[in-house]
């Protein structure tokens, strides 16, 4: 008789159990896993209904319009100054950002544009949503994966970026601060000082959460290799921002067009990755926000003196005409398309929000990946409810 | 309709669909490139590589019955689905070999197309906007632009 390892012997049980359960041909049956509305990964209310064989996903379909909120149309009604405390609510961990766009597109469509000075703060302001969103991101990721150390951190480093808001705009979530012609006010005293003191804090903390979040061998375990996403489909799915150039695609509307902000004046690197999962894409975002901290701290090396406004008319009549401008928001390419009449509000704006197009590929990206890795895909694909609904 | 999907086969495509019309059925302006049809269809293709952006427009003619239809782009880009999704719950345009045209946003059974311009904005019927004293000439400064709300 010959002695098998306790090693040999429990391959053989296993393989002799694996050929009785063929042998029988068993009849299985799918399930059906509805996750959400209500759920910690969604940001929001998305529901995902996943059909299930065994552990693998085998179909899986995102169900959004929980939170629709009919911006759109509601716009229509509007006029123009008004409809920037709307579309505030669209992506709501980086506001200050979703005005730009709509602005500018305004002020296009005027023949106007902001002052230098203006034009550096609203850049300044638009990278702080920035990082105020993504290091949200970044802490939140953690809480995916079991570990929840990272929320407090980012929490408490987020903090700081919206007290800088604060100070700014006198908002913390909701800023309402721009406006078509320039911004409601300069900066206040002490403002920059401090906002260089909390940079490096945020890049303390960018330090800190690739220590602890990126160094993890768990972290890593449930990141590399999951959820790939290759370039072509990314192109296909209309992806942008980290999730596109997590694929490989060099794409950053910050550099690769020319809108009257101040990006053309400072240094910084887009990063992309070349794997396309989900490791890429909370990557990214890590770099991103530590590219952020250097874009502010050029910007208020070289803030221009000057006034934050220009002459605009007491009431806003926008010409007739249609404009259409995107920017790199924290989510991704944010646009607007504005058809004026030449009245008060706008006739038509559609609004092409990045999370629309992220999220749209997730039956694609769901197919045959295993039960517990939906939540760390969607985590790492970064949606915003509000920038779905709308 | 012959939608060639643009020479920038490769690109990323973009908000997809928007429509337009007037309410008072006076006069219809279509815009820089005008048109011919209350409806036209919108779309934005970028190429990646490139950098370019277009925006095609297309004249939507209405069939006998009112409704309009118009070639899915999802065999040329996949992202498209959810534009033409959203596309057909608010303006009620259908898409030629569109695989599955549920609503997304509105309930299954709702009736109507919400962003057409004569569909009315209850709540704006029911309670004029408060917000329009906002726009009337105020005693203020003269560099205020008017609006704080």
């Excluded at chain 1, 290799?225 to 992806?239: C, E, F, K, N, S």
């Excluded at chain 1, 999962?277 to 890590?286: E, N």
């Excluded at chain 2, 209350?38 to 370019?52: K, S």
Aim: glycine letters at 8%; a negative charge; one cysteine or more.
């Amino acid at each position: 008789m010959t002695m098998l390892s306790e090693r040999q012997q429990m391959s053989y049980i296993a393989a002799q159990a694996a050929d009785a359960r063929l042998n029988v041909e068993l009849e299985t049956e799918g399930m059906t896993l509805n996750i959400g509305p209500q759920h910690p990964a969604t940001h929001g209310t998305l529901r995902i209904i996943a059909r299930l064989d065994g552990e693998q996903v085998v179909w899986a379909e995102p169900s959004a319009g929980y939170m629709h909120r009919g911006y759109e149309k509601l716009t229509e009604v509007r006029t123009f100054p008004q409809v920037t405390a709307l579309i505030n609510r669209i992506d709501w961990l980086g506001s200050f950002a979703n005005e730009v766009p709509f602005i500018l597109a305004a002020e296009q469509l005027m023949d106007i544009e902001a002052p230098p000075r203006a034009q550096h703060i609203r850049t300044i302001l638009f990278e702080l949503s920035r990082i105020a969103n993504v290091s949200l991101f970044l802490g939140d990721l953690g809480v995916q994966m079991g570990a929840v150390t990272p929320v407090f951190m980012a929490f408490r480093d987020r903090e700081y970026v919206l007290n800088l808001i604060e100070g700014a705009t006198g908002g913390r979530f909701h800023p309402n601060f721009d406006r078509i012609g320039g911004l409601k006010d300069d900066l206040p005293k002490g403002w920059l000082d401090e906002t260089r003191q909390v940079m490096k804090k945020l890049r303390n903390f960018c330090d800190e959460i690739e220590d602890l979040l990126f160094g993890n061998e768990i972290f890593q375990s449930r990141t590399r290799g999951i959820g790939v996403i290759p370039a072509d489909v990314a192109r296909q799915y209309g992806l942008s921002g980290a999730n596109l150039r997590a694929s490989g695609v060099d794409w950053d509307l910050r550099r690769d067009q020319s809108l009257p902000l101040a990006y053309d004046k400072v240094d910084f690197r887009v990063w992309t990755h070349p794997d396309g999962d989900s490791w890429a894409r909370c990557w990214i975002r890590l770099q991103e926000v530590r590219e952020a901290t250097k874009i502010v701290d050029q910007l208020i090396e070289t803030l221009p003196p000057g006034p934050v406004m220009t002459k605009v008319p007491r009431i806003i009549k926008v010409p007739e005409g249609e404009a259409w401008v995107s920017t790199e928001n924290p989510l991704g390419e944010m646009g607007y398309y504005v058809v004026s009449k030449g009245d008060l509000g706008p006739f038509r704006v559609k609004i092409r929000s990045a999370s629309f197009n992220n999220i749209s590929i997730t039956p694609w990206v769901l197919k045959g990946v295993y039960v517990p890795d939906i939540i760390t895909i969607l985590a790492s694909l970064y949606f915003i409810l509000g920038d779905i609904d709308r | 309709m012959d939608w060639m999907p643009s020479p920038f086969g490769d690109g990323e495509n973009d908000p997809t669909e928007e429509v337009e019309e007037d309410p008072a059925a006076s006069e219809i302006r279509q815009g820089y490139t005008g048109g011919d049809t209350r409806f036209q269809m919108l779309a934005r293709v970028t190429d990646t590589r490139r950098h370019v952006s277009v925006t095609l427009k297309a004249d939507l003619p209405q069939h006998d019955d009112g409704t309009m239809s118009i070639e899915s782009w999802i065999p040329v880009y996949a992202g498209a689905n959810w534009h033409e999704r959203e596309t057909h719950e608010m303006f009620g345009i259908s898409f030629d070999g569109h695989p599955d045209l549920r609503n997304m946003y509105l309930p299954g059974d709702f009736e109507g197309y919400p962003l057409r311009k004569d569909f009315p904005l209850l709540a704006r019927l029911v309670k004029p906007w408060p917000g329009i004293v906002d726009v009337e000439p105020m005693p203020a400064s003269d560099d205020d632009e008017g609006d704080d709300s």
